[in-house]
């Protein structure tokens, strides 16, 4: 066997091999019987039509088409061995030099490549705001809100009133084909100043504080621009003229701030439940403040590394970004065609402005962490994990919604997802810790602590070759 190897741009690799005619010469007869024994060819039982009969019926062609298919399934894996190549997927035959000698050239994806920056040296300033007071107390009141009562008032509406309105929404230019009505006599009730602080309010934030002043049967109109970055995305960039009608408000009367309040929300006394929700909300502004901080960290060490990939990588990445993004369009009970209509954008131009970006950037990320998580030798506890696992089956299982598995079969299915999603948190945890410690100058003087081999669990490689597929451009003819 003779081989070329040639590098190709999008980190690809193109091999050019030139094997045995004897070697070939076998795969024709190979193939002749295959050919028999899918056939029916008269006079001959299945597989045992002599090779001159079916090249007489069949011709040249389609045993010598038939041949490479069995010469590649066998030769391909040992062509990449002479090659020296690790494929990062499948390869495709590109073209049927000759096949006298046989001679053919493969393309095959690489696997993706990082070079990592000195991420070590890399600082970010870590600005963590201690959890406020008002924080605390606005959390404690919407606590106090979720159980109180309200009581009807004849007065105009005030702050933290619960107020009932009838909504219609126009867009005040509405696209050709479009249709201009996006509600209509909707009934809506909302606490004013529930919404100020949450970007995905109904029908837009800080939308209640429009009804202050107002009484019942009072109507208004209120015009909101919504920006490009909106959470409604058919409302993005444009204008809608809204007409509330109040119908009634009500005072919002809360509970005492005692232990029998306490009680009522899970706790025995005020001074657990405050202390507990403290506790939580401290660590929550800590894992979402880590969570930005490492976002922004990670983005810095793409931008200053080197990540190479083949094009099928990409296009897998694709193809997941698309699905998740599908899946999130059917729970808004709305189809990919309906979609694009509705923003004016044919498939294709959707595939390289949103979903390709997106996948790029996804992907980069994903490798950049692979590749740091190795360098730093982050591997999962195997104990920690197993009290992970344990801790979230128990959880579920006093989870009066909760579906028991009717059987093992059932039972192996939600363990091995609930261990998929335990490992994934867990080592992105351990991730996020390192990157912080980087980031922030703590791991500065500190020893890298591994776990010991035996107690950990450390994913290995695929190593086995792909089987090439056959390129798009030039098909092997039937």
Known sequence: MKIETQPIEDHQVKITAELDTENFDQYKHRAARKIAQESKIPGFRPGKAPFDVVRRIYGDDMIEKQAVELLIDDVYPKVLDEAQVKPGGAGSLQDIISTNPPKFTFIVPLIPEVTLCDYKSMRQDYNLEPLS??????????????????EPVERPVEADDLVYVKISGLLSEPREGEEAEIVKDRPYQVVVGDDVDSDDAWPFPGFSNELIG??????????YSYPEDSNYEKLRSK???FKVTVQSNKKMVLPTLDDEFAKLVGYESVAEMEKTIRERLESNKIDEFNQNYVDEFIGKIVDNSEIKYPPVTLEDEMHDVMHAFEHDLADQKMDMETYLKVRSIDHATFMETEIKPAAIKRLQRSLVVEKIATDEKIQLNQEQLKNEVTLTLGQLANNPSFKKPKNNAEYKQLVDAVSYDAANRLFNKQIMDKLVEIGSGKIE???????????TIEAKPETSPAKPKKSRAKKLEA
Not at 133 to 150: M, P
Not at 214 to 223: A, H, Q, R, S
Request: aromatic share 4%; charged share 40%; hydrophobic share 35%.
């Open 445 to 455: 003087n500190l020893e890298v602590e591994t776990a010991k081999p035996e107690e």
């Open 239 to 241: 204008e809608v003229e």
């Open 133 to 150: 007071q008002a924080e605390f107390d606005k959390f404690i009141n919407n606590l106090r809100k979720g159980t109180a009562t309200a």
């Open 214 to 223: 107002l009484k019942p049967e009072d109507e208004k109109t209120v015009i």
